[in-house]
């Protein structure tokens, strides 16, 4: 037995320096990753918000994390029109973000909606503007409500206390992150062509019901519309 005595402490100390090193190199690859820098934003960035230097910091990634459409270099986002919303501290992918131009001449009006008038929409969906004709007397076709702008990009909801509801995806559920839900009319606001302003914004007097929205899966070539709104004679 004693002359094994030998072979036996060699193995315990070869064990002993095979543990010691794989410990170092465990604490030395946890201490010396290769690490990427990445441009992301500082806060939550809302849809078709031009973003400036100061909404934007560099954040460090494990090299391999970085999504294969990610922006790099702050260069890329600075100046850009977000087209959805972006996440604070998220990697910025660069198919949301878009030119200035991407919006061109087009201006943005609230208007009061309900669950019902809102049709569900979503921050970014394409709608159609519709004015309501008043519920007097029997319907008919002559009485039919009217599109008064087309192909309207929604690009903010807020409730009647103006807390956004972008985060819960849909006015219909009526909820929002950390904030009870939905108690009255809200206002949903609209990217739309500069001849249509004058139609669409009655719709932001106080308690018009008088506006409504038709979602649609795509936009569609767009047409003359009917001039249709308080003190507004139709063409």
Known sequence: MRRFLPYIFVSIIALGVAAGAWVYLQQYQALNKEMVSLPVPVRDIEPYTTITANDIIMKSFLKGAEESTAAT???EVVGRLATGKLNRGWQIDKRSLASKEFIGDQQVVGVNVDVARAGDVKVGDVVDVYWLTPDQGNWSPAGASHVIAQNARVIRIVDDRGVS???????????????????????????????????????????????????????????????HAEGVEEE
Request: charged content about 20%; glycine content about 6%; hydrophobic content about 40%.
């Open 73 to 75: 270099e702050v260069s």
């Open 165 to 227: 509801t972008n985060e819960a995806g849909s006015i219909a559920q009526g909820t929002i992150a950390s904030v009870s839900a939905i108690k009255g009319p809200s206002v949903v606001y609209l990217m739309i062509e500069p001849k249509d302003v004058s139609k669409v914004i009655s719709g932001a007097a106080p308690k018009n019901t008088s506006i409504a929205l038709a979602k649609k899966t795509k936009p569609t070539k767009t047409k003359e519309v009917i001039q």
